[in-house]
């Protein structure tokens, strides 16, 4: 390989390899991500195991979108600890930590344009909702998901950065406007408010918690270390991902009657007869 084209070419552009020996020499860091792929796997086995006896197209549907968050959650977490979607970065003038090499996990953003919206689709089915809602909560997901990783890409201006993160907030409020304001009613029509409610409320909580991380950890102002951060998402991920779709699956499991009768304005099905 070529000699690099300065001293500092080896921190400049750290390669992956690089990358990956700085993420396992920080235990902090590292254990917040096998966490994760460990309790991912146990996810998948344990959720293909309570969707065998379903037999609606509904329940299916519901069980396929929960069970779409553990898989995505474990490439994503085998993405971070190889170093493929981890960059240092030098953060521009104004950040806390100005002018600094810091590691940012920015293939977490990315995987979740990937991982909320099967969230928010089991949400949407299970409130009977329609294609209107269930497209704008997607859209608006993915838009947040994505400005939220450019917020974090962004190394020109710390205005910019801020810029972006309120962008995604903007198209958060959108979720958190369907989420509370729109669904419980369908869901109360559907026969499904109980778990809705606690599934909801569950979400909303949680995944506030997302963007106060983002700006306290080094993202932002930079009050928390990068491995307290990614602690941080783990521990939120862990209750908003496997917990949620644990809850989730075994209500529709043994509700599955109630959840194939919702609504039938997405599949265009007839309610099963039972
Ligand atoms: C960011 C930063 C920019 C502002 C906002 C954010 C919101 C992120 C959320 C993430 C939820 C993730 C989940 C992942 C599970 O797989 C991107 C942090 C509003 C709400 C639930």
Redesign the pocket.
Same mark, same amino acid.
């Given at each position: 390989t070529a000699e690099p084209a300065t001293p500092f070419a080896p921190i400049l552009q750290a390669t992956q390899p690089e990358v990956a020996e700085q993420i396992a020499n920080n235990f902090l860091l590292s254990s917040s991500l096998w966490v994760n792929v460990a309790l991912a796997g146990a996810s998948i086995l344990l959720f293909v195991q309570m969707g065998r006896k379903l037999q609606t197209e509904r329940a299916k549907l519901i069980w396929v979108a929960a069970l779409l968050?553990p898989l995505?959650?474990i490439s994503s977490y085998l993405a971070l600890i190889s170093g493929l979607t981890v960059s240092l970065q030098t953060m521009p003038a104004g950040h806390a930590l100005a002018g600094q090499e810091v590691l940012s996990p920015w293939g977490r =953003?990315l *995987? $979740?344009t990937l +991982? *909320?919206p099967m969230?928010l689709i089991a949400l949407g089915l299970l409130a009977g909702t329609d294609r209107t809602k269930l497209f704008t909560v997607v859209t608006m997901d993915v838009a947040? #998901?994505v *400005?939220?990783?450019a &917020?974090a890409l962004v190394t020109s201006s710390v205005l910019l950065r801020w810029a /972006? /993160?309120g962008v +995604? #907030?903007a198209?958060?409020v959108v979720v958190l406007y369907v989420l509370l304001a729109e669904w419980p009613a369908e869901a109360q029509a559907a026969g499904t408010a109980d778990i809705f409610g606690t599934l909801r409320t569950l979400t909303v909580v949680? $995944?506030?918690g =997302?963007?106060i991380? $983002?700006a306290l950890g080094a993202e932002g102002i930079a009050v928390l270390g990068v491995g307290l951060t990614s602690w941080g998402y783990s521990a939120?991920?862990i209750v &908003?991902?496997y917990v949620f779709a644990f809850l989730l699956l075994n209500w529709v499991a043994d509700n599955e009657g109630v959840v194939s009768e919702t609504g039938s304005s997405l599949s265009g099905a007839t309610p099963a007869d039972d």
């Open positions: 968050v995505v959650s =953003y *995987t $979740w +991982s *909320t969230i947040m #998901c *400005t939220g990783l &917020a /972006f /993160f +995604s #907030c198209f958060f949680l $995944w506030l =997302y963007p991380l $983002w939120l991920d &908003a991902k």
